[in-house]
T-cell receptor
Framework: DTGVSQNPRHKITKRGQNVTFRCDPI?????LYWYRQTLGQGPEFLTY????????KSRLLSDRFSAERPKGSFSTLEIQRTEQGDSAMYLC???????????????FGPGTRLTVL | QKEVEQDPGPLSVPEGAIVSLNCTYS??????FMWYRQYSRKGPELLMY????GNKEDGRFTAQVDKSSKYISLFIRDSQPSDSATYLC???????????FGQGTRLTINP
C-alpha cells in the first residue's frame, strides 16, 4: 500500500493525558499537512511542513499541540494535557510540491480518531 | 460566516437518480476547486478537481464551477448505493497550502 498511513487508527485517553499520533506520507511527497475534523464538519487545517520545516500553523493549533517532521519523512502530532474538546479525527495529507506552483492535490490518510474521556 | 458553505443534508435518493451537490464560497481569490468523497470513519478521497470556471466530467461525475456567482456543483448520474458517502467540497488559493472545506453533505443512495 503506497498511500498515506496513520497510526494509531483509534486512541481513547483520559483528560489531562498526552497523546502522540504518527503519519507516514506517500513516498517522496515533500509536503505534509495535518487537519482536524470534528463530527459533522469538514476538515480544518492545522499545520503544514515542507520537508522538515514547519512553514504554517493555524490559530487552531494551541500551545498544547506540537508537530514535528524530523527527517522530512514521517511526522508526529502531539497533544499535551488533552481536553474533551480535542476529541476529533486527526487527518494527515501529503502532496508532491513541484517548483512553479500548485500542480497536484493533497492525498489524505485514514485518520486517527481521538476520544478524550 | 464560513468561507465555504455546504448544505449538510442528509440527502437520500433512489438508485439511478441524478444527484446534485452544491457549495458556495465567499473569497474570490479561490482558484482551485475540489470534491472529496469520505466514507464513514475513513479519510477523504479526491474525486475531482477543476481550475477556475467551467465543467469537468469523469465517468458518472461532473464538476461545475461558476466563479461569477461563487458556486460549485457536483453532479452524479446513475447514482449507485456505493456512492453513499459524505461529499466534501474544498477550495484553495493558488500558491497557498491550506485547503478550505465545506461542511460536507451526507448522501444515501437507496437500492
Amino acid at each position: 500500500d503506497t498511500g498515506v498511513s496513520q497510526n494509531p487508527r483509534h486512541k481513547i485517553t483520559k483528560r489531562g493525558q498526552n497523546v502522540t499520533f504518527r503519519c507516514d506520507p506517500i513516498s517522496e511527497h515533500n509536503r505534509l499537512y495535518w487537519y482536524r475534523q470534528t463530527l459533522g464538519q469538514g476538515p480544518e487545517f492545522l499545520t503544514y511542513f515542507q520537508n522538515e520545516a514547519q512553514l504554517e500553523k493555524s490559530r487552531l493549533l494551541s500551545d498544547r499541540f506540537s508537530a514535528e517532521r524530523p527527517k522530512g519523512s514521517f511526522s508526529t502530532l502531539e497533544i499535551q494535557r488533552t481536553e474533551q474538546g480535542d476529541s476529533a479525527m486527526y487527518l494527515c495529507a501529503s502532496r508532491l510540491g513541484l517548483a512553479g506552483g500548485w500542480t497536484d492535490t493533497q492525498y489524505f490518510g485514514p485518520g486517527t480518531r481521538l476520544t478524550v474521556l | 460566516q464560513k468561507e465555504v458553505e455546504q448544505d449538510p443534508g442528509p440527502l437520500s435518493v433512489p438508485e439511478g437518480a441524478i444527484v446534485s451537490l452544491n457549495c458556495t464560497y465567499s473569497n474570490s481569490a479561490f482558484q482551485y476547486f475540489m470534491w472529496y468523497r469520505q466514507y464513514s470513519r475513513k479519510g477523504p478521497e479526491l474525486l475531482m478537481y477543476t481550475y477556475s470556471s467551467g465543467n469537468k466530467e469523469d465517468g458518472r461525475f461532473t464538476a461545475q464551477v461558476d466563479k461569477s456567482s461563487k458556486y460549485i456543483s457536483l453532479f452524479i448520474r446513475d447514482s449507485q448505493p456505493s456512492d453513499s458517502a459524505t461529499y466534501l467540497c474544498a477550495t484553495i488559493i493558488q500558491g497557498a497550502q491550506k485547503l478550505v472545506f465545506g461542511q460536507g453533505t451526507r448522501l444515501t443512495i437507496n437500492p
